[in-house]
């Protein structure tokens, strides 16, 4: 047992120091800078569009399937800025203020600090991409209805009591963390679409890639020190929580193609509303499992991070 905590702290000091490195808002290479933008490549990857493999999408007017995959730069973009702002950073601020006990060392609270940092700069890079993107492309200003990941997270967190509310950030920031790089990796590395687009989702990428181990390492370091019935608690709202990140959030669609007039938008959003089964949730189903072991005694090594 205590070679693990050994190896964990070891893994925490690393991922603490090596910052200054690895951090994508340390570069002196932005990616909204020295933006060249070509009119004929599509801003966003067509297969992450709900609706892709939809007859009504396939026999659409290219135009308009155009100014679809560029609003679908701006809805995705958007989610983003919900998802760093409501769901990622208020669990750094929880740490940062020593709402968890077991994470009182300074390294953590150092982690928690530096893991903001990123996410504000990733909240930019999003602001920078709807911005730019919204005026290469004139388009309009659509007030999108509220995300199903946010709307869901907040009803979860009326009705708790506050050491659940914190539980619940918790999860929502584990389930977002472990699932956001695999979506990232997509847009990342397409040669397909805008090369500021492709930039921006890289450098995202890059952060989130540390940061997933950086999660996992303080759920495993949470966990244990949760009574049984919290440590049940928060298994079963991680896994909630990971279904309502696979939401196709299907109102703030609807907004957009009916704004474009696209033809019979609620009949191909309606068919195409099946549970996305294309979300890769390796890690984090490996995270719930090594969470399930530790309930049982037993812990595990984990040599997948990425500082
Ligand atoms: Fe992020
Ligand atoms: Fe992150």
Redesign the pocket.
């Given at each position: 047992m205590e070679n693990i905590i050994d190896y964990q702290t070891k893994l925490i000091h690393t991922f603490t120091h090596k910052w200054t490195e690895r951090a994508q808002v340390r570069k002196t290479y932005y990616p909204y800078e020295r933006v060249e933008l070509d009119v004929e490549k599509p801003d966003f990857l067509t297969e992450l569009l709900p609706f892709s493999q939809h007859p009504l999408w396939n026999k659409a007017d290219a135009f308009l399937k155009k100014r679809v995959n560029s609003l679908g730069w701006i809805l995705y973009n958007k989610k983003t800025i919900h998802i760093?702002t409501e769901i990622?950073m208020p669990v750094c601020d929880d740490i940062v203020h020593g709402n968890f006990a077991v994470l009182e060392d300074d390294h953590f609270k150092q982690l928690a600090s530096q893991?903001m940092i990123?996410?504000s700069y990733?909240t930019l890079l999003s602001v920078k991409g709807c911005a730019l993107i919204s005026e290469f492309r004139c388009l309009p200003k659509i007030t999108l209805p509220a995300f199903q990941l946010i709307t869901q997270l907040k009803k979860e967190l009326f009705a708790a009591s506050s050491w659940q509310q914190t539980l619940i950030r918790l999860a929502a920031a584990i389930s977002?963390?472990l699932l956001?790089s695999d979506y990232l990796i997509s847009l990342s590395n397409s040669t397909e679409i805008q090369p500021f687009c492709r930039a921006l989702t890289e450098a995202h990428w890059r952060?989130?890639m540390s940061?997933a181990g950086i999660?996992t390492l303080l759920t495993r370091k949470i966990f244990p020190a949760l009574n049984p019935g919290d440590q049940a608690f928060l298994i079963e709202v991680i896994m909630r929580c990971s279904t309502w990140f696979n939401d196709k959030e299907s109102a703030c669609w609807l907004s957009i193609l009916n704004y474009l007039e696209f033809p019979d938008a609620e009949t191909m959003l309606f068919e195409c509303n099946l549970p996305n089964n294309n979300l890769n949730k390796n890690k984090l189903n490996h995270l719930i499992q090594s969470l399930a072991l530790t309930t049982q005694g037993e812990t595990r090594h984990d040599h997948s991070f990425s500082i």
């Open positions: 760093e990622v893991a990123d996410e990733h977002s963390e956001v952060d989130e940061h999660f």
